[in-house]
């Protein structure tokens, strides 16, 4: 199984600062990586697919870039409503994989 | 407008059984691949299974801790998704969300999702 590692694990920033999170794989997945965002008590939410494509209605603030085994997800200027934990998931091979997360908190 | 509403969660016994089910609306549910993902209490999100669409032939796949315990499937006719779960164990309490996946950018993402619903696995 591919094997996704998130760093930093816990991230504390501040409105307006631009973050940059990190998604390696185990293994080359070309670009078949998605970002979420899950806020306390709520479904995720799809920010990113094919590992730069940003989903319908997301804002622009959110990038992501990458392909192989190294990705990130970029908020160029942290809003109150970004607090929150990113998980990125791989769709290159069965079984799909999540990476264990990110939580962005306020600093 | 896309809804996926999740049902069936409670308390159920290790080695029991409990079938959720998710009823969509708002789309084709017949040309979609639907997934189920779940949550541990204050853990990470894990993927369960997927079931393709009926157009490729309602084929599944399934994580390693689920093989040969949880069956996915789909009835086309009531827009519903269902996921069948056998031999419970204490490690299968989670939140359990179903989502749809549709295909762009090569593959199929988990672009919407249910609200969950709440499996306890415990004597």
């Known amino acids: 199984d591919i094997q996704l590692t998130q760093s930093p694990s816990f991230l504390s920033a501040s409105v307006g600062d631009r973050v940059t999170l990190t998604c390696r794989a185990s293994?080359?997945?070309?670009?078949?990586l998605a970002w979420y965002q899950q806020r306390p008590g709520k479904a995720p939410k799809l920010l990113i697919y094919a590992a730069s494509s940003l989903q319908s209605g997301v804002p622009s603030r959110f990038s992501g870039s990458g392909s192989g085994t190294e990705f990130t997800l970029t908020i160029s200027s942290l809003q109150p409503e970004d607090f929150a934990t990113y998980y990125c998931?791989?769709?290159?091979?069965?079984?799909?994989?999540f990476g264990g997360g990110t939580k962005v908190e306020i600093k | 407008e896309v809804q996926l509403v999740e049902s069936g969660g409670g308390l159920v016994q290790p080695g029991g059984s409990l079938r959720l089910s998710c009823a969509v609306s708002?789309?084709?549910?017949?040309?979609?691949?639907m997934d189920w993902v779940r949550q541990a209490p204050g853990k990470g999100l894990e993927w369960v299974g997927r079931?393709?669409?009926?157009?490729?032939?309602?084929?599944?796949e399934y994580a390693a801790s689920v093989k040969g315990r949880f069956i996915i499937s789909r009835d086309d006719s009531k827009n519903s998704l269902y996921l069948q779960m056998n031999s419970l164990k204490t490690e299968d309490t989670a939140v359990y969300y179903c989502?749809?996946?549709?295909?762009?950018?090569?593959?199929?993402?988990?672009?919407?999702w249910g609200q969950g619903t709440l499996v306890t696995v415990s004597s």
């Open positions: 998931q791989q769709l290159n091979n069965y079984p799909l994989t």
């Open positions: 989502a749809r996946a549709p295909y762009i950018g090569g593959r199929c993402y988990s672009g919407d």
């Open positions: 079931i393709r669409s009926k157009r490729d032939g309602n084929t599944t």
């Open positions: 708002g789309f084709t549910f017949s040309d979609y691949y």
């Open positions: 293994q080359d997945i070309s670009s078949y």
